[in-house]
């Protein structure tokens, strides 16, 4: 009953939204948000933002086509530079003006910033702002982390709802490249907006500032009814429906609410798909067990979330649509063959990376069946190099499942972590149990030769790329001119 009376408010929104096509040009975006705002979903308010993965382990066996792939990558843990890519982006949004700023240019006396669109100016822009980073800067942009990381005086999971002393001092002394808040660190409108500038102004390097805001039930930001934010029906509602202009519209929905906010990394869309009975991990935040409706809904809330300027993330690769346990919980297992996985699970990414998708996630669950090991995927060279970048041909930012997840932590120290994620090709770590003990292991690796610092450039590239795409860096930075590094 509860879904019939979700898919009947969908048909009713994209009633109102279809409606809005005959509009002019001129008065199609505040038609669009009046029909947002007058049909918001009533839900039960959900906290819950953690995304974990799960799995049953199972006995393995070596997949036919496994061969393909690893002749690829030979050695999961062989230190090879990634390339720096320089395909253009088609998905670039040329003209769009930035909401938000880089924290030295924020409202400087009402110059309006505009977003660097030409490729070759970000390209020569990324190189200028490398150059005067120091090793330590490029280091710290590897890291996502959340607020406990930053001040560790009150625990692991306190609700901070403001920036403290304890925060610049680490922002200061790491360099960290964004910050992740969870719906315990959001309160109201106010409160959300003045933490997320204070975090931009306390860092020389403007920040990723990311949510997990998928809609459905996780959506931290749209259940708290403080925010006064649409909210949306589940995924597997909207996958049942299979309306292309709807799920834009709601991918446009979310951006643009949450780039109001200051956000500008969203780790949405999930783009798993849901092919387990007993899916307790995955469940309605799948668009549904058919790969193609996936792959179509995936890449319409991609292209509509970054339409906002913000930057979308698919997730969670190689797919965790067919396990049950929780990576949160300890080590899970994808029990499927290489070609299972292509004709499957890989689907959705595909689409996702042709719809210009500028981040992926990559779980902490293993494929046995294809590397015949139990090595995490999020730390897997053969994942991340031979999949992800080789065949599937992503030049985008890699990051991974939070990293203070027991299926990393019941095996791995916060150091062996992040040198095992940067040796085979990751870009960022996200949330590490222990920063200080990651950040010094990723340093000292570099400092002693057995990281090459040209390979943390080149993460870096991505990272700085992504950052100049969306505004999050802008034309009038101050990061070029620096007298000392």
């Known amino acids: 009953m509860k879904k019939l009376i979700y898919i009947a408010m969908v048909l009713m929104m994209v009633f109102s939204v279809s409606c809005t096509k005959s509009d002019s040009k001129e008065n199609n975006t505040v038609n ?21 993965s799960s799995g049953k382990n199972k006995d393995t066996s070596s997949d036919k086509n496994n061969d393909t792939v ?49 490729k070759v100016v ?73 933490m997320i500038a204070d975090f931009q102004e306390s860092s020389r390097v403007p920040l990723f500032i990311s949510i997990e805001e998928e809609g459905g039930d996780m959506s931290p930001l749209a259940n708290n009814l403080n925010m006064n934010m649409t909210q949306f029906p589940n995924m597997s509602v909207i996958g049942e429906l299979n ?27 999930v783009t798993d798909v849901n092919t387990g009975d007993e899916n307790s991990k995955i469940g309605n935040r799948s668009f ?89 995927a999020s730390l897997s060279s053969l994942v991340m190099r031979s999949i992800l970048r080789t065949e599937l041909g992503f030049d985008g930012v890699i990051i991974t499942d939070a990293l203070n997840k027991k299926a990393i932590t019941d095996h791995y120290s916060s150091r062996a972590a992040a040198l095992k994620v940067v040796k085979a090709g990751g870009d960022m770590l996200l949330t590490p149990e222990n920063l200080k003990s990651a950040y010094n292991g990723l340093l000292n690796a570099v400092e002693d030769g057995s990281i090459k610092e040209s390979q943390i450039d080149n993460m870096v590239r991505r990272i700085l790329k992504l950052k100049l795409k969306r505004g999050i860096i802008l034309s009038n930075t101050n990061l070029i001119e620096r007298d000392n590094k």
Not at 34 to 49: L, P
Not at 300 to 320: H, L, M
Not at 324 to 334: F, M, Y
Request: charged share 30%; proline share 2%.
């Open 122 to 194: 970000i390209d020569g822009m990324t190189e200028d702002i490398l150059n005067n980073m120091s090793l330590e800067e490029k280091i710290g942009q590897l890291f996502i982390v959340s607020c406990e990381s930053l001040d560790t005086s009150k625990g692991h999971c306190f609700e901070w709802r403001n920036v403290t002393k304890n925060m610049r001092s680490t922002l200061n002394k790491y360099h960290v490249g964004g910050i992740i808040l969870y719906s315990r660190n959001v309160e109201s409108i106010d409160q959300t907006q003045r």
């Open 288 to 376: 549904g067990s058919d790969p193609l409706i996936v792959s179509d809904m995936v890449s319409e809330v991609v292209n509509g979330i970054q339409s906002q300027n913000v930057a979308a993330t698919i997730k969670n690769f190689p797919g965790e649509g067919s396990i049950t346990e929780e990576t949160q919980n300890g080590s899970v297992n994808i029990d499927n063959t290489l070609e299972q996985l292509r004709k499957i699970n890989f689907v959705p990414f595909k689409e996702g990376i042709k719809a210009g998708a500028d981040v992926i996630m990559v779980s902490h669950a293993s494929i046995s069946r294809v590397t015949e090991d139990m090595v995490p």
């Open 70 to 118: 690893a002749s690829k990558d030979s050695d999961a843990n062989t230190e090879e530079e990634d390339k720096d890519t320089t395909e253009e982006d088609n998905t670039a949004d040329e003209g769009v003006k930035v909401i938000s700023s880089d924290a030295s240019q924020v409202e400087k006396d009402g110059e309006e910033s505009l977003l660097v669109t030409d």
């Open 32 to 52: 669009t948000e009046n029909t947002q705002k007058q049909n918001k979903t009533s839900k039960e308010v959900t906290s819950n933002t953690k995304d974990t």
């Open 243 to 269: 309306n292309k202009d709807y799920a834009n519209h709601m991918g446009k929905t979310i951006g643009k609410e949450i780039k109001e906010l200051g956000f500008n990394l969203d780790f949405a869309p």
